[in-house]
């Protein structure tokens, strides 16, 4: 079974310019989560995604980040313009529904490592 | 609000030796609890995670965790330590009941083993 896949694996940008990340959950997923880490700090939440639908974008930082998930499948997220500090490592995850009340984990894709030079 | 706090950033043991991580939670009711690896440019694996019952859980590749209410805490441990042990390691948190999925994690601990 293929795992969360993220493309790319590195971004390279300068300030002011655009870029879109791409996840592909596990098949069947309908949970999708994004999350950033900034060099040295903690994981933090962005966006969760149930199929189609934003459940919660609350840790989204400001209106430069748009995330979409197209037909409940895979998930884009777009940064534009990008700014110095949008650089980090952008994770994605996904998890299945709960089953009885009790949490299946999520699982996680390598990671985008973007740097805004 | 829930937190994480994981208060070493980096720890050293020598190989053969019992390895400890650190992490302590907040949360409101009870926890639901999760370790994190991450092996260099590899993204997190699950590791084990505490839902219910047993307060000792057990892991993937030999790792273990305690979970101590009245101390707030859920510190990773293994009996002997590999050198291949050596990642980034995640402690998370998240609420019980209701609402989404969306754990809470720690900056992270380094762990390296020395052989």
């Known amino acids: 079974e293929a795992g969360v896949t993220q493309f790319p694996s590195h971004s390279v940008i300068e300030k002011g310019q655009t870029v879109t990340l791409r996840c592909d959950p596990i098949s069947g997923h309908d949970n999708l989560y994004w999350y950033r880490r900034v060099m040295g700090k903690e994981i933090k939440f962005l966006l969760h995604f149930v199929k189609e639908s934003k459940q919660d974008e609350s840790g989204m930082p400001n209106n430069r980040f748009l995330a979409e998930r197209t037909g409940g499948t895979y998930s884009t997220l777009k940064v534009q313009p990008a700014e110095l500090e949008d650089s980090g490592v952008y994770f994605c995850?996904?998890?299945?529904?709960?089953?009885?009340?009790?949490?299946?984990?999520?699982?996680f894709g390598q990671g985008t490592r973007l740097t805004v030079v | 609000a829930q937190s994480v706090a994981q208060p070493e950033d980096q720890v050293n043991v020598a190989e053969g030796n019992p390895l400890t991580v650190k992490c302590t939670y907040s949360?409101?009711?009870?926890?639901?609890l999760f370790w994190y690896v991450q092996y260099p440019n590899r993204g997190l694996q699950f590791l084990l995670k505490y839902i219910t019952g047993d307060n000792l859980v057990k892991g993937s590749y030999g790792f273990e965790a305690e979970f101590n209410k009245s101390q707030t805490s859920f510190h990773l441990k293994k009996p002997s330590a590999l050198v291949s042990d050596s990642a980034l390691y995640f402690c998370?948190?998240?609420?019980?009941?209701?609402?989404?999925?969306?754990?809470?994690f720690g900056r992270g601990t380094s762990l390296i083993v020395h052989p």
């Open positions: 998370a948190v998240r609420g019980p009941s209701g609402g989404s999925y969306i754990p809470t």
């Open positions: 995850a996904s998890s299945q529904e709960r089953e009885g009340g009790i949490d299946t984990e999520a699982f």
């Open positions: 949360v409101s009711g009870n926890p639901y």
